[in-house]
T-cell receptor, first 110, second 111 residues
Framework: SQQGEEDPQALSIQEGENATMNCSYK?????LQWYRQNSGRGLVHLILIRSNEREKHSGRLRVTLDTSKKSSSLLITASRAADTASYFC??????????FGKGTTLSVSS | DTGVSQNPRHKITKRGQNVTFRCDPISEHNRLYWYRQTLGQGPEFLTYFQNEAQLEKSRLLSDRFSAERPKGSFSTLEIQRTEQGDSAMYLC?????????FGPGTRLTVT
């Protein structure tokens, strides 16, 4: 198992702006997942990108993966107040538990 | 609701008491995970089951913690002789592949 490290730790933007957060990891992976956590709630799975994929889209989310740099980014376009949450990346190998970092706390103000 | 459920949602206990939490996963999921989360931190992995077998346990996990999944369905997490440092949110997740589906958590406060 290995841990992802999210950057920045905190991000504040206005509604309608785009939010970009990054994830770095250290060893080879099978896939990388992004999760969202609203305050005091459980995590919600957002998107999974496999190691042989470079980019993936889901609604207003765009995830990139660069295995040569061992990094990933999550872009949220046209952000809304409801996007306010903590975002975690989880680099994963098959059959192992996920190890989460401290996350990026996103605040979207109207 | 067919999501992951956890009970109780909140538990307040006195130091030294034992507590037990229950997790009911999504019915067709064979994998079940327990995590602990404190304020400002990401979830910390505790242990993992595939069906009824406990396959992985964090080396950081105290011997006071034990988990079971007797019939490969629901799971329980017991903490014996609770300490104030055990105060945290305890999260359960289930999975049938790579994506994990989390429950709402049990918030434990040890006084």
């Amino acid at each position: 198992s290995q841990q992802g490290e999210e950057d920045p730790q905190a991000l504040s933007i206005q509604e309608g702006e785009n939010a970009t957060m990054n994830c770095s990891y250290k060893t080879s992976i099978n896939n990388l997942q992004w999760y969202r956590q609203n305050s005091g709630r459980g995590l919600v799975h957002l998107i999974l990108i496999r190691s042989n994929e470079r980019e993936k889209h889901s609604g207003r989310l765009r995830v990139t993966l660069d295995t040569s740099k061992k990094s990933s980014s999550l872009l949220i376009t046209a952000s809304r107040a409801a996007d306010t949450a903590s975002y975690f990346c989880a680099p994963a190998q098959a059959g192992t538990a996920l190890i989460f970092g401290k996350g990026t706390t996103l605040s979207v103000s109207s | 609701d067919t999501g992951v459920s956890q009970n109780p949602r909140h538990k307040i206990t006195k130091r030294g008491q034992n507590v037990t939490f229950r997790c009911d996963p999504i019915s067709e999921h064979n994998r079940l995970y327990w995590y602990r989360q404190t304020l400002g931190q990401g979830p910390e992995f505790l242990t993992y089951f595939q069906n009824e077998a406990q396959l992985e346990k964090s080396r950081l996990l105290s011997d006071r913690f034990s988990a079971e999944r007797p019939k490969g369905s629901f799971s329980t997490l017991e903490i014996q002789r609770t300490e104030q440092g055990d105060s945290a949110m305890y999260l359960c997740a289930s999975s049938s592949s790579f994506e994990q589906y989390f429950g709402p958590g049990t918030r434990l406060t040890v006084t």
